[in-house]
Structures are given as structure tokens and as C-alpha cells.
């Protein structure tokens, strides 16, 4: 009996202590989040977007981050076959939270379109708009 729970109390144990560390495959960190202010839009209206989780590397279990992340990030709009147009920057702060205002383009055709910000090929995030005719 005094076995079987010191084996529980290790499985126990490690399935803790596993946690949300980054192994190298990034599978375990929290991606990057971003939200626009309305999700259906006009040609030459403006749009704010808000974002988190916008760093470099795993840091979602406490670690400290590295001496500089990214400061700023382009905004790209993909509508159809035209793919990233670059709307502006987002600014990115110390926490990864991003901030960015960017008016919808004045040729964006009705249908869907998806505005999307990258720091790299591992932290991308995007969303989903709809342009009204």
C-alpha cells in the first residue's frame, strides 16, 4: 500500500511539475492573441486592433524575457489572391501587449479579409474581417 502512493505521489508529482515550459517545439507557450475593434468593416474606415502575447520565445510560466523583444510589428491585410499589404506598424510593449490603429484599405473589396501581425514565423496572429459592399 506505502508503495502504491509514493508511485502515485510521483505521477502526481510530475504531471505539476511538467508545467508550461518551453521544450523547443513551442507547442506549450500561449500563442499571440490579436482583436480588432469590430470585425465588419468599410473601405477607409479605421480599425484598432489589440493584441498579447507578443514576444519572443516561451514566457508564459514566469521566466524573464529576453533583454529586448520587439518594439513594433507590421499590420498586414490579405484580402483574396492579395496577400499582405502592409497597413502600418503595431506597437509592442515590454509585457508583449500590442496596440495599433490602421485604416481598412480605400480599395478593400467586399468579403472577407484578414488583417494579421507577425514577429516571426512563431508568433502570428490574426483575424477575420468582413467588408461591407
Known sequence: MRRSVMVLSACVLAVLASGCSDTGSGEDCVGAELTASRTTVAPGDELALTGAYFLTGCHDTGEAAPEQDATSAPVLWSQGTDEGAQLGEAAIDTRGELTATVTVPDDAAAGEATVS?????????????TVAP
Open 117 to 129: 501581425v507577425s514577429l516571426d514565423a512563431g508568433t502570428t496572429a490574426e483575424v477575420t474581417l
